[in-house]
């Protein structure tokens, strides 16, 4: 068994490169791409009063978005995969994962222009003072890190200039072929081809000047890069993870990356949303095996009495009922204060109150006070309701289902000729043989389950993984989307071979050695 | 393999007289609900009677109803679609008195199964319960009926093993049905249904689904066992080769109805009943030349067969679904009441029809207390 279950969490990791890599796929297929939101909203979360160019160096270099999308999707297993290769991360204190600065790109085709790359000095690297405080390191490194960034924006702006300006030249020759539709040189263009647009499209003294500030803003931000480089190697931040072979292997935690929208460590937003969205299923989860799998089995011992047809009645029509309907039904009738009943909170988790709430519920000069644990229960209500009220229908029809196949089993004649009371053969051997299909069914209620949740957290305003995930959708946060993509499979993953695992307990001619 | 089992626990026969039947089934008829069309008659007018230390073979094709009478003595036909329309089932509990199986309640049942009667199946591969090893479902059985810790069950439970040729019962007491072959599991049932002692035991082809060895080794198990517990069985079973070697009684059915009932020796040297000389004459013999075999059909089929009976001149005909009733049919005013079981001999009933000559007949049911082993002394 230790070596299936081994075996089966090895097997994870391919399944899970495959998920992300449509995610991540489907992301950057989008329109307007990972950046669009950014591009639209005023880019609160960033310094104020930056061009766009600075933007987008800051997203660049965040995400990488000037390398092809499969060498971006490598690079982001690699931050996510436990066994990291070549320097170690940093971890700033707002847990923030520091890597060192990337290596700056040239100016495309500079070498047919211009023979030489201009010489950058190697700054001398950087020791901190013993006494030099925490803080003092950070502002360092911080004041680095944004000098870094306004020079690579430069360089990346001058850059964009001389490839528009070669693009020009290009569209003069004819060469549209190797123009981008934004109006600049494609990155790939053959040498001949800028050879002919630097001599041919009379525009040869514009393309050198356009050249030249590039290549100088290059040079600066290449300095800029050495000397936070210089920074980052004194290490101002403590290590991530553990070495494995120093400066080359080591082992530490995924990083997930931070989200842009939010501007905090996507670990942190998935460690307060996913306990949430967890507890709502597992509170839903034992609801629906208590109600559906009893009643499943009163429906087969009572065949065609008036309650197996009744629940069974029931139950389809609870199962019909779509799910955003049936909240927004809830919130009107049981929750609203002037057309329902008002007996339920209407949005979130907690009273305003909670936070000054004792953890137990305790009376108060005589009135009543809920507590922590009651209110939340109180809050989970209608979003648990609303989860759990379409699940019964097929897990008690199964249970019904399975029963009854083994009421007629010959084991069951056997039980009966040993003088078995009949509870006893319900409950010890034919419920016991009708296992499988009721573990069976968790393997398919339990995705439903975390899909359907997203629904409910969003209309109940529940702030768990479901409405971490459609924000993310909206503002196109390629982090937290992956990063939710690879929670909840994982979760998955792990609920389907908890399923196995009981599978072979349920039944001993399961065996997986 | 078998020696006589260690019994730590009190053996129950030894006070019980031998001699009177232990269990008589007297008219029974059991018919099936069919959905939409009319009801299914599976037996009706059924008679037989088993002593203890005695075996009663009940032979027949598929569907004669012979598996249906033994779970009616049971109780474990399911009611609905199943119901018992008449007759009764009596049978002597250890005290003497009688006891109509079919009118008892299912507690009153719950005491009888696996510890009075227990039954053994045809289908050893399915009869278990797969997810209990073979132990719990002995001891099971045992605590069920007896005042015995968990401890003492688990001492019976390995003795019983022990006794039906279970090699290493202590270990394989911990193993499931599914780690036993086809064999071994029917040793496992006929172990479980021992363990309890009962007075009877119902062995419903308990040999169809194993090879030959094994099938000589169970059943010469199950004749031992009857001489050590003064157990009687009924061996339900449409082997003649099986019934020849085991049997004292056997009770030939056809179509839910008794068409012969005779001692093992009678029968197979004098069968009165053309449906009994089909079956016999179909056997194979070792040792003769055959071009082909004789079919029943070609028996029952004769008019002449018919007419073999003692007393056929007088209108005594063998009853046969088949044929048309004989023109002087004095049916009786109540379901199968063109039929009667015929005592034509000494030791010896044929199912009849009711034909004028036999319209006053009062047969004495069928009670034979004859044993093969008595004979052998």
């Given at each position: 068994m230790g070596t299936y279950i081994l075996r089966r969490l090895i097997l994870m990791v391919p399944t899970l490169i495959g998920l992300t890599l449509m995610v991540f796929l489907l992301i950057a297929m989008s329109p307007g791409g990972i950046g669009a939101a950014l591009n639209v909203s005023s880019g609160g979360q960033m310094d104020s009063g930056t061009s766009k160019a600075q933007q987008q160096a800051y997203l660049e270099d965040r995400y990488g978005l000037d390398d092809p999308v499969l060498i971006q999707y490598v690079r982001w297993l690699g931050r996510v995969s436990p066994v990291k290769f070549g320097q170690r991360d940093q971890i700033a204190p707002t847990g923030e994962v520091v890597r060192a600065p990337k290596q700056l790109k040239t100016p495309p085709r500079y070498d047919v222009i211009n023979d030489t790359l201009p010489e950058v000095e190697a700054p001398d690297p950087v020791v901190f003072d013993e006494s030099m405080t925490q803080e003092e390191q950070t502002r360092a490194y911080r004041l680095a890190s944004q000098h870094y960034?306004?020079?690579?924006?430069?360089?990346?702006?001058?850059?964009?200039?001389?490839?528009?300006?070669?693009?020009?030249?290009?569209?003069?020759?004819?060469?549209?072929?190797?123009?981008?539709?934004?109006?600049?040189?494609?990155?790939?263009?053959?040498?001949?081809?800028?050879?002919?647009?630097?001599?041919?499209?009379?525009?040869?003294?514009?393309?050198?000047?356009?050249?030249?500030?590039?290549?100088?803003?290059?040079?600066?931000?290449?300095?800029?890069?050495?000397?936070?480089?210089?920074?980052?190697?004194?290490?101002?931040?403590?290590?991530?993870?553990?070495?494995?072979?120093?400066?080359?292997?080591?082992?530490?935690?995924?990083?997930?990356?931070?989200?842009?929208?939010?501007?905090?460590?996507?670990?942190?937003?998935?460690?307060e949303a996913l306990p949430i969205t967890l507890l709502l299923n597992f509170i839903a989860i034992p609801i629906i095996y208590i109600i559906a799998v009893p009643s499943g089995m009163l429906a087969a011992t009572h065949r065609g009495s008036w309650f197996d047809v009744l629940s069974g009645g029931l139950y389809v029509a609870l199962w019909s009922v779509p799910i955003v309907w049936a909240c927004v039904l809830m919130l009107g009738y049981l929750a609203n204060n002037q057309s329902g009943l008002g007996a339920f909170p209407v949005t979130g988790l907690h009273s305003i109150e909670a936070q000054d709430m004792t953890w137990l519920p305790s009376f108060n000069d005589g009135h009543f006070v809920r507590g922590f644990i009651l209110d939340t229960l109180w809050h989970l209500c209608l979003p648990v309701a609303a989860l759990v009220y379409t699940g019964f229908a097929v897990l008690s029809k199964q249970t019904r289902a399975a029963m009854l196949d083994n009421f007629n089993a010959d084991y069951v004649r056997t039980a009966k000729a040993k003088g078995v009371p009949s509870r006893d053969i319900v409950l010890r051997h034919v419920f016991r043989n009708s296992l499988l299909p009721i573990i069976t069914m968790f393997v398919s209620i339990f995705p439903a389950m975390l899909a359907g949740s997203v629904v409910v957290e969003k209309v109940f305003s529940v702030p768990g993984m479901g409405s971490l995930v459609i924000e993310a959708i909206f503002l196109r946060d390629r982090e937290v989307l992956l990063a939710n993509a690879f929670i909840i499979g994982v979760v998955n993953m792990l609920a389907l071979l908890l399923a196995d695992v009981l599978y072979a307990l349920a039944d001993p001619r399961i065996s997986y050695d | 393999?078998?020696?006589?089992?260690?019994?730590?626990?009190?053996?129950?026969?030894?006070?019980?007289?031998?001699?009177?039947?232990?269990?008589?089934?007297?008219?029974?008829?059991?018919?099936?609900?069919?959905?939409?069309?009319?009801?299914?008659?599976?037996?009706?007018?059924?008679?037989?009677?088993?002593?203890?230390?005695?075996?009663?073979?009940?032979?027949?094709?598929?569907?004669?109803?012979?598996?249906?009478?033994?779970?009616?003595?049971?109780?474990?036909?399911?009611?609905?679609?199943?119901?018992?329309?008449?007759?009764?089932?009596?049978?002597?509990?250890?005290?003497?008195?009688?006891?109509?199986?079919?009118?008892?309640?299912?507690?009153?049942?719950?005491?009888?199964?696996?510890?009075?009667?227990?039954?053994?199946?045809?289908?050893?591969?399915?009869?278990?319960?797969?997810?209990?090893?073979?132990?719990?479902?002995?001891?099971?059985?045992?605590?069920?009926?007896?005042?015995?810790?968990?401890?003492?069950?688990?001492?019976?439970?390995?003795?019983?093993?022990?006794?039906?040729?279970?090699?290493?019962?202590?270990?394989?007491?911990?193993?499931?049905?599914?780690?036993?072959?086809?064999?071994?599991?029917?040793?496992?049932?006929?172990?479980?249904?021992?363990?309890?002692?009962?007075?009877?035991?119902?062995?419903?082809?308990?040999?169809?689904?194993?090879?030959?060895?094994?099938?000589?080794?169970?059943?010469?198990?199950?004749?031992?066992?009857?001489?050590?517990?003064?157990?009687?069985?009924?061996?339900?079973?449409?082997?003649?080769?099986?019934?020849?070697?085991?049997?004292?009684?056997?009770?030939?059915?056809?179509?839910?109805?008794?068409?012969?009932?005779?001692?093992?020796?009678?029968?197979?040297?004098?069968?009165?009943?053309?449906?009994?000389?089909?079956?016999?004459?179909?056997?194979?013999?070792?040792?003769?030349?055959?071009?082909?075999?004789?079919?029943?059909?070609?028996?029952?089929?004769?008019?002449?067969?018919?007419?073999?009976?003692?007393?056929?001149?007088?209108?005594?005909?063998?009853?046969?679904?088949?044929?048309?009733?004989?023109?002087d049919l004095a049916a009786r005013n109540e379901p199968a009441g063109d039929y009667c079981l015929h005592k034509i001999a000494d030791d010896h009933w044929v199912g009849c029809w009711r034909t004028e000559a036999l319209k006053d007949d009062n047969s004495p049911p069928p009670e034979l207390e004859f044993r093969c082993a008595d004979q052998k002394q």
């Open positions: 960034t306004r020079l690579r924006a430069d360089s990346i702006r001058t850059r964009t200039i001389y490839l528009e300006t070669l693009g020009r030249a290009l569209r003069e020759i004819d060469q549209d072929k190797y123009v981008e539709r934004t109006g600049t040189m494609k990155t790939d263009a053959p040498k001949r081809a800028v050879e002919r647009a630097l001599t041919e499209s009379g525009m040869e003294s514009e393309i050198r000047e356009s050249l030249d500030n590039a290549l100088s803003a290059y040079a600066s931000a290449e300095r800029a890069r050495l000397e936070l480089k210089a920074v980052f190697d004194a290490k101002p931040f403590r290590e991530a993870g553990f070495p494995i072979i120093p400066g080359t292997l080591s082992v530490a935690a995924p990083d997930l990356g931070m989200s842009f929208s939010r501007g905090r460590p996507v670990t942190a937003l998935i460690a | 393999m078998t020696q006589a089992p260690a019994q730590t626990s009190e053996p129950k026969a030894s006070k019980v007289n031998i001699h009177e039947p232990i269990m008589e089934v007297n008219n029974l008829a059991v018919s099936f609900d069919n959905g939409s069309g009319p009801r299914i008659q599976a037996v009706d007018g059924v008679q037989m009677s088993v002593y203890p230390r005695q075996t009663l073979a009940v032979v027949g094709e598929s569907g004669c109803g012979k598996s249906v009478t033994s779970m009616s003595s049971m109780q474990l036909i399911p009611r609905p679609p199943g119901r018992f329309d008449r007759g009764r089932i009596d049978y002597r509990l250890e005290n003497g008195k009688l006891v109509n199986l079919l009118e008892l309640s299912e507690k009153e049942m719950r005491s009888i199964r696996g510890n009075e009667i227990a039954m053994i199946f045809q289908e050893p591969m399915t009869s278990l319960n797969p997810v209990y090893t073979v132990g719990d479902q002995i001891i099971e059985a045992i605590t069920l009926h007896q005042p015995v810790s968990t401890k003492q069950a688990w001492d019976i439970a390995v003795e019983a093993m022990d006794a039906v040729g279970i090699p290493d019962p202590n270990g394989r007491m911990k193993a499931y049905p599914h780690q036993f072959s086809g064999g071994m599991r029917q040793r496992v049932m006929i172990a479980m249904a021992l363990a309890c002692q009962p007075r009877l035991l119902l062995a419903d082809e308990p040999t169809t689904a194993l090879d030959v060895t094994i099938q000589a080794q169970i059943l010469e198990l199950i004749q031992e066992l009857k001489q050590t517990r003064d157990m009687a069985v009924i061996l339900i079973t449409h082997d003649l080769g099986v019934v020849a070697e085991n049997s004292d009684v056997v009770c030939v059915m056809y179509a839910g109805r008794v068409v012969e009932y005779a001692n093992v020796y009678d029968l197979f040297d004098n069968p009165r009943h053309p449906y009994t000389r089909g079956l016999l004459a179909s056997i194979p013999k070792i040792g003769s030349r055959h071009d082909r075999l004789v079919t029943i059909d070609e028996v029952v089929k004769n008019p002449e067969e018919f007419k073999k009976l003692p007393g056929a001149d007088k209108g005594i005909t063998p009853w046969w679904p088949w044929n048309d009733a004989p023109k």
